[in-house]
């Protein structure tokens, strides 16, 4: 009888750590959901004379603008090419989200690296898919 109860205490416990387990998974992998579309992202952030980017990489983008440039390419990240290789996207992506968050920081000589980084041409002729 002892050692029925210990089994189903050892049941139990392994039951309630895989139902934690899957459900620290399922928030995990919601997380890696991209918090803005690419639409949003290349309209906003992106594109244009009023774009966060425009406005971090001419040095005249306000702390919160800056954070803001950071979670665009924070979301760009988590985005799918329309086309091309992934490991060209995420390596270009990756560099991006450096530059913003290091000019984020404050260092003044990543400005240059996030003009580089963000060349639009650079990007698109090899992801950017055809417009439909």
């Known amino acids: 009888m002892r050692n029925t109860r210990i089994i189903v205490s050892a049941l139990a416990t392994f039951c309630v750590a895989a139902v934690t387990a899957t459900s620290l998974f399922n928030v995990q992998a ?28 001419d040095g005249v983008a306000t702390d919160a603008e800056k954070k ?26 990756a560099a991006l989200l450096a530059a913003a968050e290091k000019v984020a920081a404050g260092d003044k000589a990543a400005i240059a690296t996030l003009k580089e980084t963000s060349n639009c041409k650079a990007c698109h002729s090899v992801h950017k898919g055809d417009k439909k």
């Open 30 to 57: 919601a997380d890696k959901k991209a918090a803005y579309s690419m639409e949003e992202i290349m309209k906003t952030g992106m594109k244009g004379d009023t774009s966060t980017l425009k406005k971090v990489v």
């Open 68 to 93: 803001q440039l950071v979670e665009y390419c924070k979301a760009l990240t988590l985005q799918e090419p329309s086309k091309g290789d992934a490991a060209s996207w995420k390596a270009k992506t």
